[in-house]
């Protein structure tokens, strides 16, 4: 009998280990795949190609409905006066990755190559342990605009890779995968297969311990302006596009087929961007992430008859300049005044991680003033050292500037003199130059001043761009234009 009910009790442990063991198991297996909170936040840039501030329904602009991005807008920081310090790609990128201004890190222009020595915004983060990651348009290699950025130090330390130097064929865009060198091509619109690959390299990255950081780097809205998708392209009708005054009647036509281009690259970007944010919210990550989004520079598309960027005026210069901020970081959102620049996203973001700021790097750290703590970014510089492109000196009549922002004024400064002096506020399509107005006088006087001390304060000479380039030793064609080859 004794040894029956031994067999019994026995059998019913071996029965109870068993399922233990299993429940163990059980929950190994789930907490595998459920969010890792170190307590660090996970960093997210969204980085976009030509979008000027004024396009998205948060900013007011009648032609476009952003519903997407007006929600991360409504629980996030909004610098409303945010710039592009040299409002075109490449200088724009290598100030962003290394907190560094144009002039310091040598990338005035596009298609030239940024210092693989660089201390850049990858390298630190990689050694606080996180896990870096650089999706789509790259524009910092100088090596062909198709070619590879081969792997190691012309990544500048961005580990997980599936980028292009730059592209503009928005289906057919080639990339590059990580160690990979045969050159891919993403399937359909680009914009779509980039989103889904951040997500993919989220929801991978949510399963390890290390929090990551990563630019998702679109190639839209920048022209061509026509090769969204059919579906955002027949929501808008050129028909019905509301211009901004400072569009000429000689261009009024065009400019409005473009821009029904150019919302319908917006109007896709905006879903990408719910479906970013979707995902974060259903992996339990939304409030452990710092969002950037912003833009590299504008597109005048049309105002003071022109296109494209490099000049100062608001459309080319001012960009969309969110920070979503985890409520535990107790910052508030809403607008801000002050005027962020490129080389200040770099120092902001290390220091909302907690990370130390490198001494390379010049731009501010806004953490304290998005805490309230410190009032900064009252001025700040906009600069064109070298014009070459779509803005040239031969085919525009481009010219090298230096000019002042503040919250009021735009103040640009030519190798000939004085320039340009809007007032932002009371002409904010920038149809009245004020420059050599006697009852602005005072005014000028004021915003020369400013602009002096702060070229003195960070050893810019203001030269002509032929001295930069000559101490860069960077080849140009006869319009003052680094060549790139494909």
Known sequence: MKNKFEKVFNTYALLLCILLMASCNGQKKNTATEPQNTGRPNVLVILTDQWRAQATGYAGDPNIKTPNLDELEASSVNFKNAVSGMPVCSPFRASL???QRPLTHGVFMND???DTNAVTIAKVFNKEGYDTGYIGKWHLDGHGRLQNVAPGKRRQGFKFWKGNECTHNYNK????????????????YDTFEQTDAAIDFVNNSNKADNPYMMI?????????YHTAPEKYRNMFDPANIQLRRNVPDSLKTQVKKDLAGYYAHIAALDDMIGKLITNLKNTGQFENTIIVFTADHGDLLGSHGAYKKQQPYEE???VPMLYHIPKRFKIASGERDALMNSEDIMPTLLSLCDIEIPNTVEGLDYKSYMEGKEKIGDVTLLTCVQPFGQWNKVQHNAREYRAVKTQQYTYARSLNGPWLLFDNINDPYQLNNLVGNEGAAAIQDDMEKILSERLKATGDEFLPGLDYIKKWGYPIDKTGTVPYTN
């Open 112 to 114: 030239v190559q940024l």
């Open 97 to 99: 990755i290394t907190g």
């Open 216 to 224: 998702l780097s679109y190639g839209t809205p920048h022209a061509p």
């Open 316 to 318: 080319s210069a001012r």
């Open 173 to 188: 865009s080639v990339y590059y995968d990580n160690d990979n060198p045969d050159r891919k091509v993403w399937d359909g």
